[in-house]
């Protein structure tokens, strides 16, 4: 579970800024759960800076809760959640401070966005949330403000955890769960995941993935792993402290990911797969399959360009897909071998997408 915040201050010297305005989004790695937004009164000057760039003055805040009056809300809606902030530092180190000054020790873990998209949307000119979120035709309401901020972080989040292969995000995350509160009887795991299409990851105490699993049906096909009687599945059983998922929207985006993550992840228990070395072609060079996504409006995009799988995305907004310079920026990387050939290929041959776009 995520805490996705941004907050506004007076400005000031370091450590004495107060917050003016505080938005916070908890974030289930899907869908937003619970929303906490509110104007602060920080009892103190705002610089006139801040004014000028963010619009709020002291006339708006004059009737505006003090700290204290929503700090119970802020620790219950961040409540075993990792933080995750534009510039995290910035956000915890405010939020740690104005807790201390009610002698409460404000403890969480954090991720930043910014060091996230450096990693995995590397070359970009910069990273500042509003010219970052420009480039990827991210919108963003109300910059300088909280919600709008904040908002826009959820959604470039969102890209951020379909970019990264690695799962990197979802294991720190899933560290932080309490395994006294994952029920040890595997039915409290099951009732947590979706009757959706998707990959679910399988993990131990320590995080680590060590099954991965798909379905059109997320629920049915853990529920399937759940029921097997073999001495492997027993085993595997009597190690499941946490079950992550990800909805894919598609079985074709489902079986690229589960070949594709396979290979890098190389999970104990499931058995090896036979990868394929029969050469299969293209027969258009350039072209994107378009296809459903996730929810209802996205869509899924696979691009393949020079006759080469280069990867895939979603995206809910027609310019993005439109627009190839965008659209490279918002790719998760495939391999280009030939097992993904090949899903994609037979795929192709058995079922409909959407359609198909050639340029």
């Known amino acids: 579970m995520y805490a996705i915040l941004d907050i506004e201050t007076t400005g000031g010297k370091f450590n004495e800024e107060g917050i003016t305005e505080i938005a916070i ?15 602060i009164n920080p009892e103190r000057d705002i610089q006139p800076f801040v004014v000028k760039l963010t619009g709020i003055n002291s006339g708006m805040l004059k009737n505006a809760p003090k700290f204290f009056e929503v700090a119970k809300r802020i620790v219950e809606i961040t409540k075993d959640c990792v933080l995750v902030a534009h510039n995290a530092n910035f956000d915890n180190r405010i939020l740690t401070t104005e807790f201390r000054r009610l002698g409460f020790d404000f403890e969480r873990e954090t991720l930043c966005t910014v060091e996230l998209s450096q990693a995995l949307i590397p070359d970009q000119p910069t990273y ?102 073999s001495k492997r599945a027993k085993t595997l059983q009597s190690r499941v402290v946490s079950v992550s998922y990800e909805e894919t929207g598609n079985e074709l985006i489902s079986r690229l990911k589960f070949a594709e993550e396979l290979e890098i992840q190389k999970p104990y228990f499931n058995k090896r797969q036979k990868k394929s070395v029969e050469k ?80």
């Open 25 to 39: 989004y908890r974030f289930d790695g899907h869908d937003v759960v619970d929303t906490f937004v509110s104007l």
């Open 128 to 229: 500042k949330l509003g010219k970052l979120c420009r480039s990827l035709a991210i919108p963003v309401s109300s910059r300088h403000r909280a919600e709008g901020d904040a908002m826009a972080t959820v959604q470039l989040f969102k890209l951020l955890l379909n970019k990264d292969v690695d799962k990197n995000i979802i294991k720190k995350a899933i560290k932080k769960e309490n395994p006294r509160k994952l029920a040890p009887k595997l039915q409290g795991i099951l009732d947590e995941t979706p009757s959706k299409t998707g990959l679910f990851y399988v993990h131990n105490n320590k995080g680590a993935i060590i099954f991965i699993g798909k379905g059109k049906n997320i629920k049915k096909a853990l529920n399937q792993l759940f029921l097997r009687t």
């Open 280 to 359: 299969i072609e293209f027969n258009n060079d350039n072209f994107l399959i378009i296809n459903k996504g996730r929810n209802v409006g996205e869509k899924s995009v696979i691009l393949i360009e020079n006759n080469k799988i280069i990867g895939h995305c979603f995206t809910d907004l027609s310019y993005q897909i439109n627009n190839l310079n965008v659209l490279q920026k918002l790719i998760s990387p495939l391999e280009d071998n030939s097992t993904n050939r090949g899903i994609i290929k037979h795929y192709l041959l058995k079922y409909k997408v959407d359609k198909l776009i050639r340029f």
